[in-house]
T-cell receptor, first 119, second 115 residues
Framework: AQTVTQSQPEMSVQEAETVTLSCTYDTSESDYYLFWYKQPPSRQMILVIRQEAYKQQNATENRFSVNFQKAAKSFSLKISDSQLGDAAMYFC????????????????FGPGTSLSVIP | EAQVTQNPRYLITVTGKKLTVTCSQN?????MSWYRQDPGLGLRQIYY???????DKGDVPEGYKVSRKEKRNFPLILESPSPNQTSLYFC??????????????FGAGSRLTVL
C-alpha cells in the first residue's frame, strides 16, 4: 500500500522569504500523480500544484514549484516570496494513474504541515 | 458555479442519534468520495463511488454508510454516531476515477461533534 509522509508538522517563514515543505512517499508503482493541497483557516481544500510522475520536468505555478525526485520518492514544495495569504496547512497527496480499479480509486494524503508566515 | 456542496457545515449531536451529511456536485462528475480529517492524521478516505450504484470502502469505513442513487448526490450516513466519529468531514469529486490525473474538487467541510 502507498504511504505519504510529511516530516515537518509545523514550519514558519518570514514574509517575502522562501520556504520548502518536504514530502516523501512509498509506492511500487511507476505511474502516478502527486499533488499539493492548501487548507487555509477557512478549511477549504485548494489545489496548489500537480506533478505527473512520468514527467521529469518539475511543475511550477507562479510562486509555487516542486522538486520531484522520483528515485528518492521525494516531492517537496517550494514557496517563493512568501505572502501572509500563504499561511495554511499544506497536504501532500498521491494518486495512482490508470490501472486496476483498486490502484486509482484512492487518494492518499500525508498528515500535513502547518505553515506560518511572519510579517 | 462549479462546486461541491455539503450540509450541514456544523453539527453537534449525541451518541446514537442517526444523522446524514449530504453532498451534491453540479459538475457531472463520476467519482465521489468522503474523507475525514483528524489532527496529525491528514485526510483519510471513508468511502468512495466510481459511479451511480457503485460504491466501495476506503481506509476507515467502520460506522459509516453511503449510497449513490443519483450521479450528483453522495450522502454519508452515520447510523449510530459515537464520540470517536467527532471529526471534520470532506466530500470530494472528480471527473472520473479512471485517470489519476483528475484533480479532486472538495466541498467546504462539515464539522461534526458527537457528545
Amino acid at each position: 500500500a502507498q504511504t505519504v509522509t510529511q516530516s515537518q508538522p509545523e514550519m514558519s517563514v518570514q514574509e517575502a522569504e522562501t520556504v520548502t515543505l518536504s514530502c516523501t512517499y512509498d509506492t511500487s508503482e511507476s505511474d502516478y500523480y502527486l499533488f499539493w493541497y492548501k487548507q487555509p483557516p477557512s478549511r477549504q481544500m485548494i489545489l496548489v500544484i500537480r506533478q505527473e510522475a512520468y514527467k521529469q520536468q518539475n511543475a511550477t505555478e507562479n510562486r509555487f514549484s516542486v522538486n520531484f525526485q522520483k528515485a528518492a520518492k521525494s516531492f517537496s514544495l517550494k514557496i517563493s516570496d512568501s505572502q501572509l495569504g500563504d499561511a495554511a496547512m499544506y497536504f501532500c497527496a498521491y494518486r495512482s494513474a490508470r490501472g486496476e480499479k483498486t490502484s486509482y480509486d484512492k487518494v492518499i494524503f500525508g498528515p500535513g504541515t502547518s505553515l506560518s508566515v511572519i510579517p | 458555479e462549479a462546486q461541491v456542496t455539503q450540509n450541514p457545515r456544523y453539527l453537534i449531536t449525541v451518541t446514537g442519534k442517526k444523522l446524514t451529511v449530504t453532498c451534491s456536485q453540479n459538475m457531472n462528475h463520476e467519482y465521489m468520495s468522503w474523507y475525514r480529517q483528524d489532527p496529525g492524521l491528514g485526510l483519510r478516505q471513508i468511502y468512495y463511488s466510481m459511479n451511480v450504484e457503485v460504491t466501495d470502502k476506503g481506509d476507515v469505513p467502520e460506522g459509516y454508510k453511503v449510497s449513490r442513487k443519483e450521479k450528483r448526490n453522495f450522502p454519508l450516513i452515520l447510523e449510530s454516531p459515537s464520540p470517536n466519529q467527532t471529526s471534520l468531514y470532506f466530500c470530494a469529486s472528480s471527473v472520473t476515477a479512471i485517470s489519476g490525473a483528475n484533480v479532486l474538487t472538495f466541498g467546504a467541510g462539515s464539522r461534526l461533534t458527537v457528545l
